[in-house]
């Protein structure tokens, strides 16, 4: 079993920045594919970004391209997401998961087995 905890979340004003932290308990946690998901109000839950066992390869949804970085720390069991030149729309709940099948990387939330609680992000205009 794995235990997921994120933190960072916030209220910021539009073009400003925010990191998030998720750490993990448990099961060795660098054999985890990490990726993190957002889900906003009435809307279905959507892939942000993915990384791999050791942080060398990323992925990312083409709406936070270029704005969102997601790296991890395999000594700290923790993966975190820096976003910056934040927007109203990336306001949502944000959420780590954990897939432990991997090494591939995928953007589909049904191949996550862990997710943290959220934390919530909200962009002022």
């Known amino acids: 079993q794995v235990q997921l905890v994120e933190s960072g979340g916030g209220l910021v004003q539009a073009g400003g920045s925010l990191r998030l932290s998720c750490t993990a308990s448990?099961?060795?946690?660098?054999?985890?594919?990490m990726g993190w998901f957002r889900q906003a109000p009435g809307k279905e839950r959507e892939f942000v970004a993915t990384?791999?066992?050791?942080?060398?390869?990323?992925y990312y949804a083409d709406s936070v391209k270029g704005r969102f970085t997601i790296s991890r720390d395999n000594a700290k069991n923790t993966v975190y997401l820096q976003m910056n030149t934040l927007k109203p729309d990336d306001t949502a709940v944000y959420f780590c998961?954990?897939?432990?099948?991997?090494?591939?990387?995928?953007?589909?939330?049904?191949?996550?087995?862990?997710w943290g609680q959220g934390t919530q992000v909200t962009v002022s205009s």
């Open positions: 448990g099961r060795s946690f660098s054999h985890y594919v």
């Open positions: 990384i791999s066992w050791g942080g060398g390869s990323t």
């Open positions: 998961a954990a897939d432990y099948s991997g090494p591939q990387l995928t953007d589909s939330a049904a191949e996550y087995d862990y």
